[in-house]
């Protein structure tokens, strides 16, 4: 008999998984009302908010603004005692009475709106396989001549490496991640980072690299000890050692971690690799002179009217399945059956999967290698 587990699906019938990356991609797209009609589908979803944040997440990756980290880390705490709070007084109601809460309501909306306005930057990507090895090599070759970074001793990395249970090859690597960032040599940093996730082969070694655990209890040993924990901890090591930086710094720190700690099962290891590079690409920009506005939010508003809509949408759908009353997007705006909106959904999902084997492939990662 077949034990295979079935796909989770949000409250009208959808696949959880492709409501996150649809709503990703709406995001992305600056599609402001089918990105409030998805992050409503999530709310009113039983436990779907860690779905929702999930997304939230890496749609963040795109402008990957610090302050706005921090926004998202305080409503991530807000959600989850209201979450708390609902569903251990309500009973059998509690997840009808979190999704009418008109906090709830109101506070994810807003994150979306934030997240449509950021400031997009030009995208970095992570470097090639090839790329990756001949950097290290280069690395090693500067290495056997004497020209070890300082930082590979400084205090903060002595802090973070463990000569019983870490690699010598991590405690060289981070100290020439931290040289590299303060120098503003993003390839090289990334390099190093990416080459301490690759397979044992593709390192030219015969075991994998020795790493002490430090993720999760909740995760299996193997994730425990990947490198990404690693690399957290010396990056946050790094910002607490430089005097006078301005504290945002270490906040917006924390939240990535605490997001990773809180999602790390719920997004691809493509996904950790791009909340991983936009974390970096922040560390090195606490380098470069930033504006203090860099820290500030505006104020969001929306009217009670727009903040029910996508709920009002919703319960139109459960009354009638085959109606289509909300917008979904340019390519299924006109369908009129509950079938083209999956396909739709589908297509999307499949696209999205392609790049990510794509990325993978470059890097000569798999799912395993985290």
Not at 318 to 326: H, N, T, Y
Request: proline share 5%.
């Amino acid at each position: 008999m077949s034990t295979k587990k079935a796909k989770a699906a949000t409250i009208c019938g959808y696949e959880l998984a492709d409501i996150r990356k649809t709503l990703c991609s709406m995001i992305d797209r600056r599609d402001g009302r089918a990105a409030y009609r998805w992050t409503a589908e999530l709310v009113a979803t039983p436990a779907a908010v860690g779905s929702l944040w999930a997304s939230y997440w890496l749609a963040w990756t795109v402008g990957a603004g610090p302050s706005l980290a921090i926004l998202l880390q305080q409503g991530w705490t807000d959600i989850v005692d209201a979450a708390k709070m609902h569903t251990m007084t309500g009973g059998g109601e509690g997840w009808i009475s979190f999704r009418n809460d008109p906090e709830v309501r109101g506070l994810t909306p807003e994150l979306a709106t934030r997240l449509l306005g950021q400031i997009r930057h030009s995208p970095a990507v992570w470097p090639s396989k090839e790329i990756v090895l001949f950097d290290i090599s280069t690395l090693r070759d500067g290495w056997a001549a004497g020209a070890v970074p300082t930082t590979t001793d400084s205090d903060a990395l002595l802090s973070v490496w463990q000569r019983s249970e870490d690699a010598m090859d991590l405690r060289f690597l981070a100290g020439a991640w931290m040289d590299c960032l303060q120098r503003g040599d993003l390839r090289l940093a990334l390099s190093a980072t990416v080459w301490t996730l690759m397979t044992p082969a593709q390192q030219g070694k015969e075991a994998p690299l020795k790493c002490a655990e430090r993720g999760p209890a909740a995760l299996p040993a193997k994730c425990r000890e990947s490198p990404l924990w690693f690399w957290l901890e010396v990056g946050g090591a790094f910002l607490k050692a430089r005097p006078g930086l301005h504290r945002g710094w270490f906040t917006f720190h924390k939240a990535i971690v605490s997001a990773f700690r809180e999602h790390y099962k719920r997004w691809t290891a493509t996904e950790r690799m791009k909340v991983l590079l936009a974390w970096i690409q922040q560390l090195r920009a606490s380098f470069q002179p930033q504006p203090d506005s860099i820290w500030s939010a505006p104020a969001v508003t929306h009217t009670t009217a727009d903040i029910d809509r996508p709920y009002q949408e919703i319960a139109a759908e459960l009354s009638d399945p085959e109606s289509v009353i909300q917008h979904i997007g340019a390519a299924t705006a006109t369908a009129t059956a509950a079938d083209e909106k999956r396909a739709a959904l589908s297509k999307t999902e499949a696209k999205m999967a392609a790049a990510d084997a794509q990325i993978m492939a470059a890097l000569g990662l798999t799912e395993d290698d985290f």
